[in-house]
């Protein structure tokens, strides 16, 4: 079992940067790869960003947040980051943190969830 806590979440302006954490405890987290979903009321969750298990890191981005959004690991501290910067009001969504052998589990649905961080883009 792996178990995800999310944090970071927060109002911000519209232009502004957050950056959402994802702890992970349990099992061998240097071994998983991590991603973050989103999903606005009234809509399905969306894939954000995610992160290989290996150093160094492939990652993989929707394009509604490339050139925005940054996932990274720390795997001494069990901890994936995303970076959001220039956000925008339709980034506005509960985030989820998720974990699985691969990217591509992570895209067809993880093994393991957080309880997601609200993120609100607002003037």
């Known amino acids: 079992q792996v178990q995800l806590v999310e944090s970071g979440g927060g109002l911000v302006q519209p232009g502004g940067s957050l950056r959402l954490s994802c702890v992970a405890s349990g099992r061998t987290f240097s071994s998983y790869a991590v991603g973050w979903f989103r999903q606005a009321p009234g809509k399905e969750r969306e894939f954000v960003a995610a992160?290989?298990?290996?150093?160094?890191?492939?990652?993989a981005y929707a394009d509604s947040v490339k050139g925005r959004f940054t996932i990274s690991r720390d795997n001494a501290k069990n901890t994936v980051y995303l970076q959001m910067n220039s956000l925008k009001r339709e980034d506005t969504a509960e985030y989820y943190c998720?974990?699985?052998?691969?990217?591509?589990?992570?895209?067809?649905?993880?093994?393991?969830w957080g309880q997601g961080t609200q993120v609100t883009v607002s003037s």
């Open positions: 992160i290989s298990w290996s150093y160094g890191g492939t990652t």
């Open positions: 998720a974990a699985d052998r691969s990217i591509g589990r992570i895209r067809a649905g993880a093994d393991y």
